[in-house]
């Protein structure tokens, strides 16, 4: 079974900070997807970044970019020049070619004025 | 834009009442899914579909059915809500086409209240 950490069930950084959150995986597969999920307070989930297992380079999508290092199986997420529309709950998730999400258990971060 | 919708936003429910949490999707996508969100504990997937009539337990089925008769449509029943059943509850869906089957897209959520 597929296992996903998040460390950091909460953080808080000032806009325009650089802030980074943690994620580690666990599984015997060596074919898999990453993901980052946001949900804004009181809105919908929506997808922030994805990764490919197999893709040696790390994604990036305009200020959010991923450190993904496969051997350590680490996917933590950097968020630049945070804004005030980052506060949100940040999920980590993992799929395999089932197409099921395991999620990690969130990271609750808040950007101070 | 991919649209998922969800029959209710709120919902306050009595012990051992069925409830029926509708979840709709509007971009002909096979799969869908519900989880149920806890603080703390992250999403879990509670039961999901690849097509049409089908349907395949999740991590936490236990309490739970669905039902999809339209691909459209897919539905999660709680037969006798219990206490416990308190909860956000979300449905997403994705496709199975190459190259775009690995992402989801989520629905608002519907809160449940069992009392």
């Not at chain 2, 206490?83 to 809160?111: E, I, K």
Request: aromatic content about 12%; proline content about 3%.
């Amino acid at each position: 079974a597929q296992t996903v950490t998040q460390s950091q069930p909460e953080m808080s950084v000032q806009e325009a900070e650089t802030v980074t959150l943690s994620c580690t995986y666990d599984t015997s597969e060596n074919n898999y997807y990453l993901f980052w999920y946001k949900q804004p307070p009181s809105r919908q989930m929506i997808l922030v970044i994805r990764q490919e297992a197999y893709k040696q380079q790390n994604a990036t999508e305009n200020r959010f970019s991923v450190n993904f290092q496969k051997a350590a199986k680490s996917f933590s997420l950097k968020i630049s020049d945070s804004q005030l529309g980052d506060t949100a709950m940040y999920f980590c998730a993992f799929m395999i070619s089932n197409e099921k999400l395991t999620f990690g258990t969130g990271t609750r971060l808040t950007i101070i004025p | 834009d991919v649209k998922v919708t969800q029959s209710s936003r709120y919902l306050v429910k009595r012990t051992g009442e069925k409830v029926f949490l509708e979840c709709v999707q509007d971009m002909d996508h096979e799969n869908m899914f519900w989880y149920r969100q806890d603080p703390g504990l992250g999403l879990r997937l509670i039961y999901f579909s690849y097509d049409v009539k089908m349907k395949e337990k999740g991590d936490i089925p236990e309490g739970y059915s669905v039902s999809r008769e339209k691909k459209e449509r897919f539905s999660l029943i709680l037969e006798s809500a219990s206490t416990n059943q308190t909860s956000m509850y979300l449905c997403a869906s994705s496709s199975r086409l190459a190259g775009t089957r690995d992402t989801q897209y989520f629905g608002p959520g519907t809160r449940l209240t069992v009392l």
